[in-house]
């Protein structure tokens, strides 16, 4: 970049390694995707240009294209999307280069990575592309702190099985229920959601799982209709090395008041803690201290 242009704000890299500017055309208006919601997608992160846990992202995005009986582009031609993406990223920012990793004002540093594939426009096969952008301001202010309110799902996890149109747990492009989640928790003057089950048992975040810890265990939803985490297993992962003990188990609401720690976990945020519920404050000195060390072993990037 010669300093005459703007800095890019986002790149897309179709899957034969293609790069193309964020802002060019690229859906045709009877897309599916675009008109249903008929697609899937992955998020992960980018570290200095690096994407983690790619092979993980890449199963679940075939495992949510099956249940929507989608048939998508192998692991491969996904992989050279990647590549091509990030190989494009602006230089001396994704390696926190001379500029300090600041390019045109924007920190590619860390780097949001997004898979999306929709069914297509009628006759022309699935959609499929990359996209890079910096991670967003929004999304890095969760690492420091995030408010909860409690929203009723109005299905419970084991009882998603019996209604698998409904695709919960898959990574689908129809999230506006879920954005309405959030915009309705922010309405009411917290920052983000948590969904139950009828039953009072709770489930997930709208893009994100839950975590909970009670002394030296970890504590998460069983993955019953609900989107099976990736981070979490990271976290669990590490977490067991370092002599932690995990599982899954039911989580009655009440324990998001209860727990030692609760957090909400995903690629791009990695690890947020919440610091109210309802309303009621849940900060505290013990959480923050085990906010320090999960972030540790989480491998999350400072700034
Ligand atoms: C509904 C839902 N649950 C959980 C997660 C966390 O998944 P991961 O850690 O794989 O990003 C996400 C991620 O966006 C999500 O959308």
Request: proline share 6%.
């Amino acid at each position: 970049m010669d300093g005459t242009e703007s800095a890019p704000t986002m790149l897309v890299a179709l899957l034969d390694g293609t790069v193309l500017p964020g802002d060019a055309p690229l859906l045709r208006p009877d897309d599916s995707g675009v008109l249903r919601g008929d697609g899937v997608f992955e998020t992960t992160l980018a570290v200095d240009g690096v994407a983690r846990d790619v092979d993980e992202h890449l199963r679940r995005l075939a495992g949510s294209a099956a249940a929507l009986r989608l048939t998508l582009p192998g692991p491969g031609a996904w992989r050279t999307g990647i590549d091509a993406a990030l190989a494009a990223v602006p230089a001396g920012s994704a390696d926190g280069g001379a500029d300090g990793g600041v390019d045109g004002g924007a920190d590619w540093s860390q780097t949001l990575v997004r898979l999306v594939a929709t069914r297509g426009a009628p006759g022309a096969g699935p959609t499929c592309f990359v996209t890079v952008g910096p991670v967003p301001d929004g999304v890095r202010a969760q690492r420091r702190g995030v408010r909860v309110l409690t929203l009723d799902r109005g299905i419970g996890g084991g009882d998603a099985a019996a209604v698998p149109w409904l695709l919960a747990g898959a990574k689908t492009l129809s999230y506006a229920v879920n954005m309405a989640a959030v915009r309705h928790a922010v309405a009411q003057g917290a920052d983000d959601a948590v969904f139950v089950a009828p039953d009072g048992a709770v489930l997930e975040a709208p893009t994100a799982t839950v975590v909970l810890a009670w002394e030296r265990s970890l504590v998460t939803p069983p993955v019953d209709g609900i989107l099976a985490g990736i981070t979490v297993r990271r976290l669990f992962a590490a977490a067991e090395a370092a002599g932690w003990s995990t599982g899954s188990q039911v989580v009655p609401s009440a324990d998001l008041h209860a727990a030692d720690g609760m957090w909400l976990v995903s690629s791009a945020r990695l690890l947020a803690p919440v610091t109210a519920v309802d309303g009621a404050d849940r900060d505290s000195d013990r959480q923050r201290a085990l906010t320090v060390e999960l972030a540790a072993l989480l491998q999350v990037p400072t700034g």
